[in-house]
């Protein structure tokens, strides 16, 4: 079973939301980019929106794609599908995380990520490089 789950790199001056997962969740106080699982018929970009105003209340524009980073779970491949993002409400209300950290890029790999995530982190720094050539 292939399950996508697409999450969003959330970007404000320079920073990058990093989100700690729940104590009861699965993979317990791992940190991850905020999203979640798709519904049925949703795109990867409606099903995030949902996520992100399900999880934090806010309200996100959605920019570049970045490549995907796919897990193996045993049972289930969950294929992690990361969007560059920008707040467009500011707000943010936890529902589900036990905390969020805005960090500097160079700043996130101090923490403990879930395994998928270290690849994300990788393709955003790749991303923050092409865009210093533009
Ligand atoms: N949202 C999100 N999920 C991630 C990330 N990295 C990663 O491995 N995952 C995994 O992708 C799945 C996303 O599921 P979800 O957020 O919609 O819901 P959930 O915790 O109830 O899922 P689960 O109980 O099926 O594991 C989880 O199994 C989660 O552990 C990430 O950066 N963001």
Not at 17 to 29: E, G, H, I, V
Not at 32 to 54: D, H, Q, V, W
Request: proline share 4%; with cysteine.
């Amino acid at each position: 079973m292939i399950v996508k789950v697409p999450c969003a790199v959330i970007e404000r001056e320079g920073k990058i939301l990093a989100a700690q997962r729940n104590a009861a969740s699965s993979l317990p106080l791992k940190w991850e980019f905020p999203g979640g699982k798709l519904e049925e018929n949703e795109t990867e970009e409606e099903g995030l929106i949902r996520e992100i105003r399900e999880e934090l209340e806010v309200e996100i524009r959605i920019g570049q794609r970045l490549p995907l980073s796919i897990r193996d779970d045993g049972w289930r491949e969950i294929q992690l599908v990361p969007f560059v993002c920008q707040l467009l409400s500011f707000d943010i209300v936890l529902t589900e995380h036990e905390q969020i950290l805005w960090l500097f890029p160079h700043e996130l790999d101090a923490l403990d990520w879930a395994e998928a995530d270290r690849d994300v982190i990788e393709s955003y720094r790749d991303y923050l490089q092409k865009q210093l050539f533009l």
